[in-house]
């Protein structure tokens, strides 16, 4: 009898660490936030990082940085159907999540986002006078890539893509190694290169954006939108707007990016 007595107390106790491990590891889940390569992995580790630390301080939940090497595997990943919880992407990307797995934008930059060709050419030049010269990108599906593909539509008469860019900065570089005639380029880095000339600049996109899985629970969509969009006053964290490049989340929405998908028609079909 007193074994028995035993074995059922042990068992109870153990019964009871059970529950409180299940319940603790609903509290203490992980979320994701994905963010698109155009860095590499260790420089979107500087740049993004201090974002999610912003979130995981600023709201009840914890998150986790998800980088890809390049855009070829990150395509794939989205072709794939793999959805993290949170993502953050140029407005193409955003605009098909939405479409094809219901993603719901949450939250973007202030600032429109413009794309624009830079050439070492100082004289008066065109999108046609780099027919057949090499001109710098990221690779498809970059956004960059697609409006430099939109700008030459006759496939007999393209310039030289030279798409190996790791960056938005490595394509200007390339520029500076002589090693391309022009490169497209974000309209943040356009500033900055005053001693490069504007050849033609894109129409105007929602900036980068992020945007929740639809399996994200609606608590931690509202407590991550009210920490974004209360950002840009919070002087303590002024280091992660200032990575990111941009002055302010404003609140995203689903009707900006209408049909934005599109664009990934310049060079895929079938996603």
């Known amino acids: 009898m007193g074994c028995l007595s035993l074995r059922m107390r042990l068992t109870a106790v153990v019964l009871l660490i059970g529950l409180a491990s299940g319940s603790s590891g609903q509290t203490e889940r992980t979320y994701s936030l994905l963010v698109h390569p155009i860095f590499t992995p260790s420089q979107a580790e500087l740049v993004y990082q201090p974002l999610v630390d912003f979130l995981n301080e600023q709201t009840p939940h914890r998150f986790e940085l998800r980088t890809a090497r390049d855009f070829h595997r990150y395509w794939l990943d989205i072709r794939r159907g793999q959805q993290p919880d949170l993502v953050l992407e140029d407005a193409h990307l955003i605009a098909l999540r939405m479409q094809r797995d219901g993603f719901v934008p949450l939250a973007r930059a202030s600032q429109p986002a413009s794309f624009s060709l830079l050439s070492s050419d100082m004289g008066e030049v065109e999108i046609g006078d780099f027919i ?20 030459f539509t006759n496939p ?47 129409a105007e996109f929602p900036h980068v954006t992020i945007a929740a899985s639809p399996d994200l629970p609606e ?31 404003v609140a995203a929405l689903p009707d900006e990016y209408v049909g934005l998908e599109s664009w990934l028609d310049w060079v895929f079909s079938g996603f």
């Open 132 to 151: 057949g010269r090499p001109v710098s990108s990221m690779p498809a599906p970059s956004l960059g890539y697609l409006v430099l593909a939109s700008w």
């Open 156 to 202: 007999m008469q393209q310039p030289i893509l030279e798409s190996s860019a790791a960056s938005w900065l490595d394509a200007v570089e390339i520029v500076f190694a002589m090693e391309a005639d022009a490169a497209i380029v974000p309209h943040n880095l356009v500033r900055r290169y005053v001693n490069l000339n504007v050849v033609a600049t894109s």
């Open 219 to 249: 608590t931690v969509r509202l407590n991550v939108l009210d920490a974004l969009l209360a950002l840009h006053d919070d002087p303590e964290h002024f280091a992660v707007l200032h990575e990111l490049d941009i002055e302010e989340f």
